[in-house]
């Protein structure tokens, strides 16, 4: 007889995806929803998804969800959490939107060790405004508003808001991995598991930044996309866990 | 229990606030309403349920209530005139998403950084909804300590039952005024009744999406109908404004706030030298008691607005009395007090000049 090594999640809806060929977002979705139904905490859980592409998690990810406005999700994510402090809370956001307009409101979300978890997705344009540069835009790379590729002098570099995060005293968890390949969407998964149970215990501000193709913007095949994260966009957003106190009391 | 004490405005509004169940505050200092958050400080501190968070920015502020809002507590920010324009974003999400939640808005001389001293600048940005796109939200405009207590309840209730953000339209000479007050007894948030659309996890029923992204241009106008469908609703139950000594007035002086206390003591000074004049002061701004002036005696035919603005409520005079009778202006913009005698000496030259 068959053996069964595959199910779509419980947690994920059974629907189309609006999402275009080889974006990130689906295989995103789908690994928060195996972690809430491995966690069980499908009943408890409440996300805020972003304005952005992901605005519309909430057809795929069957939780409770609150949009947030532009840049606003781990401040939304920090009134609900503290009025429910035992409900897991997660802000799902991309990169212009939490390292850009939300940069505030992400920095010191950190820093006061609100305890909720971030799912930041950098595909490094912004997508759903048709592929303009963002602040995690590498130098050289072409944009609608880059056409001479990302200039140091004119636009200043890549802002490794990550590393930035780390630094704060609320920070506890911050881990940076791709969904380009199978051994790094396991990894991806495994990181957003940490994450979530480093809330359930208490811990503080954790968040997971996830390098994930854009074929559209970038104007490139699903498999060049993929090549692209290993060969140029993880040699200036390394795949490393950037800091790790889940251990500490 | 209802006690007595003597508190500043912005205390009133703190401590009432706390009494009519509210549980979580987020704001950022600005001049002049301090001392209201720092009385929210401490008020949440001593609760157990309590939550105060001095957000890093105003944009932060009211979108941290939003989240409490969505979570189902009673939920307030406050700030002065340039902190307002930053929470705009957030009042129009919360009018969209139709969250209640209470904002004090403490207005201080502008445009711009403008000055700490007190203004009524503000009216419009507060009456018109407050942020983009088509909604309005509810204002209320206390002139007195106690109205800063009754109308923080009534704000709070208010922001509940029809599910829309409140303002509690004040300013710096209001928030820093003490008077005695006859504080409001508390209520229990564990006992108000329950809000079966909040987000606590979808334990036991199917998940729930609260958002204002709606795509389909049709759904969008829909949605807009209905939140006017509510405003109407709201116009009818709610809109409110006191009159004094209208019975035999020849003029009627608008006013609101603090505009109108001076106005009372202008009033008082030109009855004694046997001027018939009397003040209609609305107290909901928004929505604008209209009903009050078309129920005004035909008799009264000159009509004086006196703002601390350029004239901003004067719009919705005129628009509530259709072209009926005459009506004039008096403003002091950009922060300066002006006095009973001053208003005073306005209102007798005008009626002199209109020969009543």
């Known amino acids: 007889m068959a053996k069964l090594v595959f199910k779509r999640p419980k947690t994920l809806k059974q629907v189309i995806s609006h999402y275009c060929p080889g974006c990130g977002h689906g295989i995103i979705h789908r690994l928060i929803a195996e972690v809430i139904e491995d966690l069980d905490i499908g009943e408890k859980t409440i996300g805020v998804p972003p304005a952005g592409c992901a605005v519309l998690a909430y057809n795929y990810i069957d939780v409770d969800m609150a949009e947030a406005a532009h840049g606003r999700a781990t401040a939304v994510a920090t009134g609900i959490k503290r009025i429910l402090p035992d409900r897991i809370v997660f802000a799902y956001q991309g990169d212009g939107d939490m390292a850009a307009i939300g940069t505030a409101e992400t920095i010191h979300a950190a820093n006061r060790g609100e305890n909720i978890t971030c799912i930041f997705v950098n595909n490094g344009v912004y997508g759903m405004t048709g592929g303009q540069m963002a602040p995690t835009t590498i130098l050289g790379q072409l944009s609608t508003t880059t056409p001479g590729g990302r200039d140091m002098a004119r636009d200043g570099g890549p802002l490794d808001l990550s590393e930035m995060l780390a630094l704060t005293s609320g920070s506890v968890y911050i881990e940076r991995t791709a969904v380009n390949s199978p051994k790094n969407v396991r990894r991806t998964k495994k990181a957003i598991a940490k994450a979530f149970k480093s809330q359930m215990a208490n811990r503080g501000f954790s968040l997971v930044e996830i390098l994930s193709p854009c074929p559209t913007n970038w104007k490139m095949s699903p498999v060049d996309s993929h090549r692209w994260i290993d060969k140029v966009a993880a040699s200036v957003f390394p795949l490393r866990v950037i800091k790790d106190k889940t251990e500490e009391s | ?356």
């Open chain 2, 1 to 356: 229990m209802s006690e007595k004490v003597l508190m500043r405005g912005t205390h009133v509004v703190a401590e009432a606030a706390v009494r009519a169940g509210c549980r979580f505050y987020a704001g950022y200092p600005i001049t002049p309403q301090n001392e209201l958050p720092e009385y929210m400080s401490d008020a949440m501190a001593r609760l157990e349920d309590g939550t105060f968070i001095q957000a890093e920015s105003e944009l932060a502020a009211i979108n941290m209530v939003i989240g409490a809002s969505i979570a189902g507590a009673r939920a307030m920010t406050s700030s002065s005139s340039p902190g307002i324009s930053l929470k705009q974003e957030g009042f129009s999400f919360l009018a969209a998403q139709e969250l209640p939640a209470v904002i004090v808005n403490i207005m201080r001389g502008s445009p711009g950084l403008g000055n700490i001293a007190p203004s009524q600048g503000d009216y419009f940005q507060a009456t018109r909804g407050g942020g983009h796109g088509d909604y309005r939200s509810i204002v209320l405009a206390p002139a007195s300590g106690q109205e800063m207590a009754d109308l923080t309840r009534k704000a709070f209730d208010y922001a509940d039952r029809y599910r829309i953000p409140v303002m509690i339209l004040a300013d710096g000479m209001m928030g820093q005024m003490m008077e005695p007050v006859l504080l409001p007894e508390s209520i229990d948030p564990r006992k108000l009744p329950p809000k079966p659309w909040i987000l606590n996890g979808a334990k036991g029923r199917p998940s729930r999406v609260i958002k204002s992204l709606l795509l389909d241009p049709s759904v969008e106008e829909a949605h807009n109908w209905k939140l006017v469908r509510k405003h109407e609703m709201i116009g009818r139950e709610i809109s409110d404004a006191e009159t004094d000594l209208m019975d035999d007035a020849r003029i009627a002086v608008i006013a609101y706030g603090t505009a109108a206390r001076i106005a009372k003591g202008a009033i008082k000074r030109v009855r004694e030298t046997g001027l018939k004049v009397g003040l209609l002061r609305p107290v909901t701004l928004w929505p604008f008691p209209e009903k009050v002036f078309r129920g005004l005696d035909e008799s009264v035919e000159n009509f004086l607005v006196f703002e601390m603005s350029t004239g901003q409520m004067l719009e919705d005079v005129k628009l509530s009395l259709a072209g009926r009778g005459e009506v004039h202006f008096y403003g002091r913009p950009g922060g300066p007090i002006p006095t009973p005698d001053e208003v005073a000496k306005v209102i007798s030259r005008l009626y002199h000049r209109q020969k009543l």
